[in-house]
C-alpha cells in the first residue's frame, strides 16, 4: 500500500497491544481535528486511559504511514428523556423510557472527529463501524438506543446519518438519537 493511503479502521485496543501505551501515544499526538474541537484534546489525552478502564472504546481511521484520518469513541451512558422531549410515545417506548425516572438507557457516539485530509465520506464510514460494534453488543447484553450529543450546526449532518432529536439539553448541545 502506497504512503498516506487508507490503511484501515483499528481499535485502540488493538493498536495498544501491538505498539504500547508510549507508541500509542506518540501516534495519537499526530492527530489534528479538522474543527477547532475538544475532539482533538480528547483523543491525545484521554482515549488510553479511559481505554484502560473500560469506560470506552475508541476507533482509529489510519493510513498506511499511521497517520490518523479519523476517529470515534463508544461508551455507555443512560439520558434522562424530558418531559418535553421531541420523540413520540412509539419511540419512547421502544427505547424503553422508565415511566418513574424518565431515564433509558443508551450507547453513546462520545466522540467523532476527522483530520482536514480525511476522504470524503469517513465520518459515515465510522459511524458505520460503531453501528456494527453496538449491534455486536446489543446481541449479548441488549439496549436499543445509539445516543450522541452535538452542536446546533452538526445537527443536519447527524439527521443525514439518522438520528432524530431527543432535546437541547439547555446547555450548548442537543441531544440525538437513533435505534439498532
Not at 484501515?8 to 477547532?36: A, P, Q, R, T
Request: proline share 2%; hydrophobic share 35%.
Amino acid at each position: 500500500m502506497s504512503s498516506g493511503t487508507l490503511y484501515g479502521i483499528v481499535s485502540l485496543s488493538e493498536m495498544i497491544l501491538e505498539y504500547g501505551e508510549e507508541g500509542m501515544n506518540d501516534i495519537l499526538s499526530g492527530f489534528k481535528s479538522v474543527h477547532e474541537s475538544d475532539t482533538e484534546d480528547s483523543l491525545h489525552t484521554k482515549a488510553i486511559p479511559m481505554e484502560k478502564r473500560d469506560l470506552s472504546r475508541t476507533f482509529i481511521a489510519l493510513t498506511s504511514d499511521m497517520r490518523i484520518l479519523g476517529y470515534i469513541s463508544l461508551s455507555i451512558k443512560c439520558m434522562r428523556i424530558p418531559d418535553d422531549t421531541l420523540l413520540s410515545r412509539n419511540v419512547q417506548r421502544q427505547i424503553n423510557v422508565d415511566s418513574r425516572t424518565r431515564v433509558a438507557q443508551s450507547y453513546l457516539i462520545g466522540q467523532l472527529s476527522r483530520s482536514a485530509d480525511a476522504p470524503k465520506g469517513l465520518g459515515a464510514e465510522l459511524i458505520g463501524v460503531a453501528i456494527g460494534e453496538i449491534r455486536g453488543s446489543k446481541r449479548n447484553v441488549g439496549c436499543r438506543m445509539v445516543r450522541l450529543d452535538c452542536r446546533d450546526e452538526l445537527v443536519p449532518y447527524y439527521r443525514g446519518q439518522g438520528f432524530r432529536m431527543v432535546a437541547h439539553d439547555g446547555n450548548s448541545l442537543n441531544q440525538m438519537m437513533t435505534l439498532v
